[in-house]
RNA sequence: GCUGCUGUAGCUCAGAGGUAGAGCACUCCCUUGGUAAGGGAGAGGUCGAGAGUUCAAUUCUCUCCAGCAGCACCA
């Protein structure tokens, strides 16, 4: 028989017999790896422990200290684990796909009964069952037509389905789990023992369409949650709920910062703290705007549907539009219009304004822009995905040599804002040509080159989403990521040739022709709503001080200090401190508590000594410990720490 | 929009086929207390909306509305 050499991490080679499995290799070296082994790194392939090795390659054998290894194969293996336990309970489920995501696993089945929370408990006792069995993991390689006919007697459609759209017509690979079988590429572990049954949780119930199409069967999908150990799965389980503390809808309440209510589904009653952070924000982003060289403009809410028609929207987006008619009575002829959905068709027609030269390009036109976008009802989160929303919108008209350059600039001008607000770990997507599109493959491949070139100028990475960009242009997307890891796309920056053409924006060349701008849409924040949202979240409630709605709260321990606490409170807000006065009838234990749940960064205590002394003892948020420092002093510092990073 | 779940006082929630309860918040009284809940009293609800079943519905059924989880969507 041939010989095959293997190489261990260590440097070490051995030879093996062709087609020695890594199992053997375990075996060969202790029986105590051989038990312990879960797979095996082949050439940098994950390589199930009964994979055949024909050629010399390089091993690193894994045992369930593997995290990585040991994660995968163990929600893996749950899955297949958890499809066999619900078919056992309920055979008339029939089964489809089950794989491996961040920090578990789900599998989609397809049952006429749902699923109840009770049930879960039932699989979980049953997988449990299956895993104290230590059954046999065994694999063997089929051809398509004994897997075709062996899931078409059994009655089931969708992996019938599956193979057919694995292309080509190579072999495939089935897997047993005891006597319970999936078609599956693995690898997977070597019997059910080795899954930690006390380290897995089934989490929910929830929809999914067979192959994420909308138009075909609506699933019933299972989560589950799975580590190599319990302690990690407790873990797991605090920090969702640690998070679930952080959630904006909660904190919101909290904090007194907005509302929402039936009569205006998907749409925000600011409170005023939540207001304050609002405006605040917003300043903060027009001075950036105004250092950036844009100009601000505001155009109308109510839009008649001829715009909408030209830009292209009607056609494409008008179920999720808006529509205002106005009753014949009132009106000296009926027209339909629209609620702005975004802004770009009205920035074009201000830009349209005038003949622009090519002097005037770039042309950086911004917009606090107020939208309104009839989202379907199952999108609505919070104010993360809301119907009602105000865009930080901007439009910079320029020649397609200056995408690049333009691109580049923005990137820097965002990185700087979402640092000044305390994000620094944001990813960039970078999505290309769709295959639904306009325009040449030069200008394509010349948008798509601008948009990475200038990323990587700018010293950032980006993950490519092919095919995803928009019909007109490919773009950025920056995404912030909330509370439970949902990552939400924040920051944007298209290009888009098509509007410009179709609403005839042009400007005279240095030539004395007429020429197309190109348009770059782009959004710092993508919107108030969304990324106070995440913001909130980011902070867990507690905002950096010059964002925080409420600063400081001065609270007098008798009412001996009334005067003084709002001679201190006066002192405060001459500072353009954000200052109020607790003079409750009420124990200083009590208002710490209050304030502190309600997020105050500053908590100002005043009793007779600091009346006496003209003092304040500090308080601050999430910290127990107490200073006396003079009111000048302090007045000083927290005025410091109050002026936004940009003015500093 | 789809699947499932949920909707009771301002908030968080309990409850049962015979028109409702707790804690906190609120109002008043007592208390002037030194850094995360001082004590007492009071007020507060068409039990999401509509229809049906029933002698009787907030409770059961249906429809609608809204929210939650996920999917789909996101110009």
Not at 7 to 34: E, K, W
Not at 208 to 217: K, L, P, V
Not at 318 to 346: G, S, T, W, Y
Request: glycine content about 8%; proline content about 4%.
């Amino acid at each position: 028989m041939a010989q095959i050499s293997l190489t261990f991490p260590d440097g070490n080679a051995r030879s093996f017999d062709a087609g020695v499995t890594p199992a053997q290799v375990a075996a060969d070296i202790s029986t105590s790896l051989a038990k312990k082994a879960i797979s095996a790194t082949v050439n940098g392939q994950h390589w199930d422990l009964q994979w055949p090795i024909d050629t010399d390659s390089t091993i690193a054998l894994h045992t369930l200290k593997d995290d990585a290894q040991a994660n995968e194969l163990i929600r893996h293996d749950l899955a297949h684990i958890m499809a066999r336990a619900v078919q056992e309970l309920w055979p008339d489920t029939k089964v489809t796909i089950g794989p491996v995501i961040k920090d578990g696993w789900y599998y989609d089945f397809d049952r006429a009964e749902p699923f109840t929370p009770e049930d879960l408990g039932v699989i979980e006792k049953k997988m449990r069952d299956i895993i104290n069995k230590r059954e046999p993991v065994t694999t063997e390689v089929w051809d398509r037509q004994r897997a075709i006919d062996f899931y078409t007697n059994n009655n089931e459609p969708y992996k019938v389905e599956l193979i057919d759209a694995i292309p080509g017509d190579e072999p495939l690979r089935m897997y047993w789990h005891g006597d319970w079988q999936d078609l599956c590429r693995g690898p997977h572990l070597q019997h059910t023992g080795q899954v930690p049954g006390d380290s897995f949780k089934l989490m929910s119930i929830a929809g999914a369409y067979w192959r994420g199409d909308s138009d075909r069967a609506m699933l019933q999908r299972i989560y589950g949650v799975a580590f190599t150990g319990k302690e990690k799965l407790k873990q797991h389980l605090n920090m969702l709920e640690e998070a679930a503390k952080r959630d904006h809808r909660k904190l919101g309440k909290e904090m007194g910062l907005f509302h929402m209510q039936e009569e205006a589904p998907g749409q925000i009653f600011w409170h005023p703290n939540g207001w304050r952070i609002y405006t605040l924000l917003q300043d903060y982003i027009r001075r950036q705007q105004d250092r950036g060289g844009y100009v601000e403009v505001n155009t109308p809410q109510v839009v008649d549907r001829k715009l909408w028609e030209k830009s292209g929207h009607w056609d494409k987006y008008q179920e999720n539009m808006f529509i205002v008619e106005v009753d014949e009575d009132h009106a000296r002829e009926k027209a339909v219009n629209a609620l702005k959905p975004m802004n770009c068709p009205c920035h074009v027609q201000v830009f349209n304004q005038g003949l622009k030269s090519y002097r005037d390009l770039p042309l950086r036109m911004a917009e606090f822009g107020s939208c309104a976008r009839y989202e379907p009802s199952g999108a609505l989160h919070g104010i993360m995905r809301v119907r009602g929303f105000t865009q930080d919108d901007g439009h910079i008209f320029c020649a397609e040599d200056q995408i690049e350059a333009e691109t580049a600039l923005f990137i820097d001008f965002l990185s700087k804002i979402y640092a000044d607000l305390g994000f620094t770990d944001w990813t960039i997507k970078l999505s290309t040509r769709p295959e639904k599109r306009i325009g040449s493959d030069e200008t394509w491949d010349h948008m798509e080159k601008a948009l990475g070139e200038a990323c990587r100028a700018a010293g950032h990475d980006y993950e490519l989403l092919e095919g995803e960009g928009a019909f007109y242009g490919p773009k950025l997307e920056f995404t912030l990521t909330d509370a439970i890891g949902r990552t939400w796309q924040c920051g944007t920056i298209q290009v888009d040739a098509n509007l410009p053409e179709r609403l005839d924006a042009s400007f005279i060349g240095q030539d004395g022709n007429k020429h197309r701008p190109v348009m770059l849409h782009r959004a710092v924040l993508g919107s108030f709503e969304r990324f106070i949202g995440i913001l909130i979240e980011e902070h867990a409630g507690k905002l950096p001080f010059w964002l925080a709605p409420r600063q400081v709260v001065v609270a007098s321990i008798t009412s001996d200090a009334d005067a003084y606490v709002n001679e201190v409170v006066e002192t405060l807000r001459a500072q353009g401190i954000r200052a109020e006065a607790d003079i409750r009838n009420e124990k200083i234990n009590y208002k710490v508590r209050e304030h502190s749940l309600g997020k105050v960064p500053v908590i100002l205590a005043v009793g007779h000594r600091e009346v006496e002394e003209r003092t304040v003892s500090v308080r601050r948020l999430g910290d127990k410990r107490t200073s006396v420092q003079s009111l000048e002093d302090v007045t000083k510092t927290l005025a410091t720490e109050a002026t936004p990073p940009d003015l500093l």
